[in-house]
């Protein structure tokens, strides 16, 4: 037989679903990875979905998604973000953020193109930047996870075409204070590229901090591609729900692509979202709190075992380092589920300067995180 896709076969399978698999078949196994609220969707998102499917909404839908869930999108990016996005021409539903990331890799890049971003970053960036044929540049990050302005701006090429930052971020936690965005907006602007940034954690922000959306700050709407989802603050990632707020020229540029490659996204699912949107974020509050109670455990119980571990600002993931163990994160991460039963995710797999490190995900309940810390101790005095 003929040889399949290189740039697919070349890349590796996601560890984050390979754990998955394993936690699926134990049920010893106390998962820190993956990815999901464990929280249920609200009501109204579920009877939205519902009541469309009774009513035999089971058609295709509009590719850019159904006029009135555009126009609540509208009001969202106006109230919570100061995005001033026209739903007739700069918003597009996608299947969740990661459609979403794949429009945006597919209508702004050209082969031998360059983008920037600091590493450790949400993996998925690494992928379609091979599969887009993106030259991808990481610049390390500080030891705190901020961002390393100075190098970001000495990355610069002729061929740089965009910038790309996730705040709050998986998997550090970090979150851009104002000043930072600010620093990152300059040199966007200073050297004309686009910036895209991904705000699908922009509700999960820990000791006051606030989100800024970049499209909101002067002159960056025509810039800057605003990526969400449903999926974190719904609790909702199987709705495969997400959008991109943009301009014209890059909506309708998506647009053609979405045609002709997923032709729209699941029309009564659309519905749940729009009721998800008519909601008051008060039902979050509690959420949130119950977030920082467990991001407060994983914190400090860590701390106390001696790893080197920065207190995450956002979303809802822990980074440790373990240099003084000596042994990379790959075999920590393995070798953790074989005695322990406990799933986390190694280091290596959110880029180059990250091999020693951990990726905890402490959107789990309480006790099991207090379980999975215990058996963390425990594996870590044997070493
Ligand atoms: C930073 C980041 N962007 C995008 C996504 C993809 O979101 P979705 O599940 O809506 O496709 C994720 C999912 O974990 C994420 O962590």
Redesign the pocket.
């Known amino acids: 037989m003929k040889e399949l896709s290189k740039k697919i076969i070349n890349s590796p399978k996601s560890k984050i679903r390979e754990l998955f698999d394993l936690a699926a078949g134990r049920s010893d196994v106390i998962s820190l990875g993956i ?1 999901q609220p464990d929280f249920s969707t609200p009501q109204p998102a579920i009877e939205g979905a519902i009541n469309a499917l009774k009513k035999k909404i089971t058609y295709y839908a509009p590719t850019k998604g159904i006029p009135e869930l555009l126009q609540q999108l509208e009001i969202k990016l106006k109230d919570k973000n100061k995005i001033n996005a026209k739903w007739e021409e700069n918003i597009l539903l996608s299947n ?4 979403a ?1 794949n429009l945006t890799f597919a209508s702004i890049f050209n082969p031998g193109d360059e983008l920037v971003i600091s590493s450790p970053n ?1 993996i ?1 960036y690494f992928y379609l930047s091979a599969f887009f044929d993106v030259k991808l540049v990481e610049i390390e990050r500080k030891s705190d996870f901020s961002p390393d302005i100075e190098k970001l701006k000495d990355s610069i090429t002729p061929k740089t075409k965009a910038i790309l930052i ?1 705040s709050p ?2 998997p550090t936690g970090y979150s851009l204070n104002r000043n930072e965005l600010e620093e990152i907006v300059d040199i966007v602007k200073t050297h004309d590229l686009y910036l895209i940034s ?1 705000e ?2 922009e509700n999960y922000l820990y000791d006051g901090s606030k989100h800024t959306s970049p499209a909101s700050l002067k002159d960056m709407f025509e810039r800057t591609i605003t ?1 969400n ?3 974190k603050l719904y609790s909702a ?1 199987g709705f ?1 729900l ?1 959008y991109i707020a943009a301009n014209k020229e890059i909506i309708e540029t998506m647009e053609k692509y979405h045609q002709y490659t997923v032709a729209g996204t699941n029309h009564p699912a659309q519905y749940g979202f729009l009721e998800a949107l008519k909601m008051d974020n008060g039902f979050f509050d509690e959420i949130l709190r119950s977030f920082d109670k467990r991001r407060l455990l994983v914190y400090n119980r860590l701390k106390e075992m001696n790893f080197e571990v920065v207190k995450p600002k956002g979303a809802f993931y822990i980074m440790p380092r373990i240099k003084e163990y000596n042994i990379t994160g790959a075999e920590f991460s393995e070798r953790i589920m074989r005695d322990q039963a406990v799933a986390i995710v190694p280091g290596n797999i959110f880029g180059s300067f990250s091999e020693s490190m951990l990726r905890m995900s402490y959107a789990t309940k309480l006790e099991k995180l207090e379980e999975a810390m215990n058996r963390i101790e425990k594996f870590v005095r044997k070493l």
């Open positions: 990815g969740g953020g990661s459609q990331l949400f998925s996730n971020n998986n991904d699908v954690y990526l989802a449903m999926s990632t495969r997400g």
